[in-house]
């Protein structure tokens, strides 16, 4: 995507009265060439596109992300309490809130967010909590039910799969993807070699469309509260669209750089700790051959890992990815005896989504790159014998357990 159409494209956003979440969708698919302003700018820009757009260095140049937040006015107040289940949830929801707001995050660092046990405390936040901001598909089943148990009127519940229109129930989703598919020439879904068709990946908030679609909700939500307690004007409003803007333009610029960057690597192949990446892979082109861990609290069997092993060798897997949620050390050992790289990505982060983003995007380019001739050496001998030498080990951590 270059960076003329790209920068006129956020500028309209800034000035549009059609949806901002709309607005990022078209931006994201490179629909925007059809705005007032910038279809004209098309011919200047292709020409000034980044043609060597493969290169690393340009492709550092034109997708080095913005982690510095947008600056944008904040409310003056009333303060509110915000519980979040999963860390990356504050950064959809703490940019718009009222000064001297309080964001809790239940799921702390470290800790897988499957089978995670939510204690009395966590609860007690909860039903003191003004707004909470959860996940759904039984991602958190604990608070679901507490909610649904404990209706409070003075309360705002917001959970995040039904506010983009997806359930426990399907089967397969493309959530938030446009009509058509201009790089493909088609309408509708391009079904690649990436695309989940399993159960439905809880896992939304990597997906920055996704993430786009949330933002309006939580602003809705906010902007409600304040209304209850006569603590909204036209000023406050004005206020918090802004904020909801610079927001969405930041979630757009992160989808953006993974577009660009990603581009490079598109149809290539990897191997997870667990399936928390099928959304991210269904995005943007390049497939989730293999997961160590199937279930995130069972350890595999040595079926499974004869499977990643030859997933390995027949999809030419460049690199296994490690989470730090989890203990690393059979990923380690097929790594080494297949020969690929192994690098890390983290489905968690520690509560700023945007560093989460720009660093799972900056292991993944760098790990998926075309291998040097020494690495290529190493790994043809050792894929010959990697099925021999893997096998699983009880050093696998159990989920919800720190990593040693």
């Known amino acids: 995507m270059d960076r003329l159409v790209w920068t006129l494209a956020k500028k309209y956003v800034r000035t549009s009265l059609l949806s901002p979440a709309l607005i990022v969708f078209a931006m994201s698919m490179g629909m925007f060439v059809s705005l007032p302003g910038v279809a004209a700018a098309r011919p200047q820009a292709q020409a000034n596109s980044v043609a060597s757009a493969q290169l690393p260095a340009a492709v550092t140049e034109v997708c080095a992300p913005t982690l510095l937040p947008t600056l944008a006015p904040r409310l003056a107040g009333p303060a ?19 000064m001297g707001s309080e964001v809790t995050i239940l799921m702390q660092p470290g800790r897988s967010e499957h ?12 039903a003191k909590a003004d707004i909470v901001l959860y996940v759904g598909l039984d991602l958190e089943p604990q608070v679901a039910k507490f909610l649904s148990q404990r209706p409070n ?11 983009v229109g997806i359930n426990v129930t399907d089967e397969h989703d493309h959530a938030g993807e446009p009509k058509t598919n201009l790089a493909q020439g088609e309408q509708g879904h391009v079904h690649g070699p990436g695309c989940n068709h399993g159960p439905v990946d ?16 939580v602003r809705l939500n906010i902007e409600k509260e304040l209304v209850e307690r006569n603590a909204y004007t036209v000023d406050d409003r004005a206020i918090l669209q802004k904020s909801e803007l610079a927001l969405l333009d930041r979630i757009a610029e992160v989808n953006a750089n993974w577009i660009v960057s990603v581009n490079a690597f598109a149809g290539q192949s990897i191997v997870t700790h667990h399936n928390a990446f099928s959304r991210l892979a269904d995005r943007y082109g390049f497939e989730v051959a293999e997961v160590i861990q ?6 595999p069997s040595p079926a499974q890992v004869a499977s990643i092993v030859k997933a390995i060798n027949e999809k030419k897997v460049r690199a296994i990815f490690v989470e730090p949620q989890f203990n690393g050390v059979l990923a380690q050992r ?17 509560g700023d989504w945007f560093v989460l983003m720009a660093s799972n995007l900056r292991s993944l380019t760098e790990n998926l790159a075309e291998p040097n001739l ?19 080990s009880s050093t696998t951590a159990p989920a919800g357990a720190p990593r040693q």
Not at 294 to 299: L, Y
Request: with cysteine; net charge negative.
């Open 153 to 163: 009127a003075s309360r705002r519940d917001i959970c995040f799969a039904d506010a």
């Open 115 to 126: 089978g995670y046990e939510f204690t009395p405390s966590d609860l007690r936040k909860i």
């Open 334 to 350: 097929i790594a080494k005896s297949a020969g690929v790289r192994l690098g890390r990505i983290d489905p968690l982060g520690t």
């Open 374 to 392: 020494a690495e290529a050496n190493l790994a043809e001998p050792n894929r010959n014998e990697s099925a021999k030498q893997a096998s699983p």
């Open 202 to 217: 809880p896992h939304l908030w990597l997906d920055p469309i996704l993430c786009a679609q949330l933002v309006p909700v």
């Open 80 to 98: 509110l309490k915000v519980v979040v289940t999963v860390a990356p949830l504050k950064s959809f929801i703490e940019p718009m809130l009222p």
């Open 294 to 299: 199937e279930i995130a609290t069972v350890e």
